[in-house]
T-cell receptor
Framework: GENVEQHPSTLSVQEGDSAVIKCTYSDSASNYFPWYKQELGKGPQLIIDIRSNVGEKKDQRIAVTLNKTAKHFSLHITETQPEDSAVYFCAAIPSSFGNEKLTFGTGTRLTIIP | NAGVTQTPKFRVLKTGQSMTLLCAQDMNHEYMYWYRQDPGMGLRLIHYSVGEGTTAKGEVPDGYNVSRLKKQNFLLGLESAAPSQTSVYFC?????????????FGPGTRLTVT
């Protein structure tokens, strides 16, 4: 099955600096890669996603890049703010199971230092 | 819209006791999922359902059972709780359809088994 690895597990950045979280996946046929943000005491929430026919996608301060050849994708947060502090999860859809199931990475705890 | 709701929010069980976690969604979603979240292990899929009356095993199904008698509800049962089932449990739901991958999560249930 699909295997998603996520790094780093913890990340601290100064407010206003950029943060980058990286994930690798094993199934070369995976075609959908979302990022979820989990705030303390809440369930994860989708913040951005990318499909395998696109190399980069931006939404205000958040961007995701995909390298299909290397089988990795990254989340970039620019001009970080205190409200960006949360746990971030990457995920991928293993093609062999259609669109029913996501395989999640192990998460990155991002802390923004004021 | 309430979205995805979970009951209870917290529960403490003794080893060998049984309980049922209830998930309800009011978005008319076809797909529903149960995950468990443990430190350093991300979100792991327990069971999922692709429609009313259907269930399927996920990555870590042992010790759990599920039922989807109504489209809006997805129940997770523990017949004989074990300390290894201490975790935070999340329910999620999603649309069915091409490209409809976003999962909507509930707020979670924190379960402690002593």
């Amino acid at each position: 099955g699909e295997n998603v690895e996520q790094h780093p597990s913890t990340l601290s950045v100064q407010e206003g600096d950029s943060a980058v979280i990286k994930c690798t996946y094993s199934d070369s046929a995976s075609n959908y890669f979302p990022w979820y943000k989990q705030e303390l005491g809440k369930g994860p929430q989708l913040i951005i996603d990318i499909r395998s026919n696109v190399g980069e996608k931006k939404d205000q301060r958040i961007a995701v890049t995909l390298n299909k050849t290397a089988k990795h994708f990254s989340l970039h947060i620019t001009e970080t703010q205190p409200e960006d502090s949360a746990v971030y999860f990457c995920a991928a859809i293993p093609s062999s199971f259609g669109n029913e199931k996501l395989t999640f990475g192990t998460g990155t705890r991002l802390t923004i230092i004021p | 819209n309430a979205g995805v709701t979970q009951t209870p929010k917290f529960r403490v069980l003794k080893t060998g006791q049984s309980m049922t976690l209830l998930c309800a969604q009011d978005m008319n979603h076809e797909y529903m999922y149960w995950y468990r979240q443990d430190p350093g292990m991300g979100l792991r899929l327990i069971h999922y359902s692709v429609g009313e009356g259907t269930t399927a095993k996920g990555e870590v199904p042992d010790g759990y059972n599920v039922s989807r008698l109504k489209k809006q509800n997805f129940l997770l049962g523990l017949e004989s709780a074990a300390p290894s089932q201490t975790s935070v449990y999340f329910c999620a739901s999603s649309y069915y359809g091409q490209g409809a991958y976003e999962q909507y999560f509930g707020p979670g249930t924190r379960l402690t088994v002593t």
